[in-house]
């Protein structure tokens, strides 16, 4: 989910960077756009660092008679591709613009454009708050439907105290989820997500491994973030970029995953193994490239740990492995054949409380898809069925069982 955080020239702009770090932490995508003004305050280049992308402040490109189609356009795509866009600080002049429909430089432009809400968060000194003419373009833009995030009464960087002071990134924060209806309910969870494949190498350059593309198990992390829960995201390898605000482990071998996953277990109250772990391993991995002629005809293997087995181990020696609590646990049952019964089988024999079960024969469905079919399988009740939906779909359903079982476990 990607927002715009668009920046005015008002000294509140610095604490617009805490802002990008808060919308992160949910899992938001922030593409800062500044007006030239705040750039004369804080540097596009903090901005770039926080957020990982280039911050936008010019309308046509860097200098006159250099823009392009692309930079001509920009405003155009990134008005289309947002959710929201949050203006904070928001000046006086910056307001008085947006209630009259002009647009001058790139982020007013942006406001023009885009259909995605708006969120205005004004900051200025209490004279120019007060103001008549801000009053009222004020009102005007809240007959519009243009959220304004009040300021706060306080000392103001002029010397005088009064109403104008940004209100506080909580308050903004607030708002900013509520407007993009992000559930808060995995506060305070911990949740270990695997994802990907496991490779597992012969040598050098070759290597065993599967179709997982990481995607499914991406997507519970994002979903986690977005319902405000601390995501642990221990990886395989994957050309997905990982959600911003994922703490994330890259491992490549199933003996890796199990020692990263063991590692962090005892911070997990929630753990999601959605990665494909490989099941066997070459028994040896080259320190060289084989040659041609060398390479054996056989590969001997050797079973890889079943990283669901351990943790299952850990749990019921809760006392030796320093676990305070036991966390709940949902695997994943890639099926070609017998879906309910094969998986039932697997969360017996993992001690699970919950299984996905997909059926990977299926163009959209399983590997690789960006839609799945997937039926929850229960210690007791029946399976559930679930429709074709897209995986981040999937993922919030998933999750909805998981708050069901963790509230029904709490009481
Ligand atoms: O037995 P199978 O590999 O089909 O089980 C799938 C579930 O078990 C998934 O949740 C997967 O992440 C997990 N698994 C594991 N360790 C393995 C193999 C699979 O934890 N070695």
Request: with cysteine; aromatic share 4%.
């Amino acid at each position: 989910m990607k927002v715009a955080l668009g920046v005015s020239g008002g000294i509140a702009a610095y604490k617009a960077a805490e802002l990008v770090r808060i919308f992160q932490e949910r899992g938001l995508d922030v593409q800062v756009v500044m007006t030239r003004s705040a750039c004369e305050f804080v540097t596009p280049l903090t901005f770039a660092a926080l957020s990982g992308h280039s911050v936008i402040s010019e309308m046509f490109g860097r200098h006159p008679g250099q823009a392009n189609l692309e930079s001509a356009i920009e405003h155009i795509e990134v008005a289309q591709s947002i959710q929201a866009l949050i203006i904070a600080p928001a000046t006086a002049d910056l307001m008085a613009k947006l209630a009259h429909g002009l647009g001058d430089d790139f982020l007013t432009t942006l406001a023009l454009a885009t259909p995605a809400p708006l969120i205005v968060c004004p900051a200025m000194n209490v004279g120019m708050w007060d103001n008549a003419a801000t009053r009222s373009n004020v009102a005007l833009l809240r007959k519009r439907g243009v959220r304004i995030v009040e300021p706060d009464e306080g000392y103001l960087a002029c010397g005088m105290t009064g109403p104008g002071r940004l209100a506080s990134t909580d308050a903004i924060a607030r708002q900013v989820f509520e407007t993009l209806g992000l559930r808060e309910d995995l506060k305070g969870e911990t949740v270990l997500v695997t994802a990907g494949p496991t490779c597992e190498d012969i040598d050098p350059v070759r290597f065993l491994s599967n179709r997982s593309s990481g995607k499914m198990g991406y997507a519970v992390a994002e979903a986690g973030l977005r319902r405000a829960a601390r995501v642990i995201l221990v990886s395989g390898p994957t050309a997905l970029a990982p959600p911003s605000g994922v703490e994330l482990q890259q491992v490549r071998s199933a003996e890796e995953m199990e020692k990263a996953v063991l590692a962090r277990l005892k911070e997990a109250s929630v753990v999601v193994m959605a990665a494909a772990v490989a099941d066997y391993r070459p028994a040896k991995t080259g320190a060289r490239k084989m040659k041609k002629s060398d390479t054996p005809r056989q590969l001997i293997l050797k079973p890889t740990p079943d990283i669901l087995k351990s943790i299952s181990k850990s749990i019921s020696n809760r006392r030796t492995s320093q676990l305070r609590r036991k966390p709940l646990i949902v695997g994943f049952a890639a099926e070609t054949d017998h879906l309910v019964q094969n998986a039932r089988a697997k969360l017996n024999s993992k001690g699970l409380d919950m299984i996905v079960a997909n059926d990977v024969t299926r163009p959209d469905s399983g590997f690789d898809a960006d839609t799945n079919r997937v039926t929850f399988v229960f210690p007791n009740g029946k399976p559930r069925v679930l429709e074709p939906m897209s995986k981040q779909d999937v993922a919030n359903r998933i999750l909805d069982e998981v708050v069901r079982l963790r509230s029904k476990n709490r009481s």
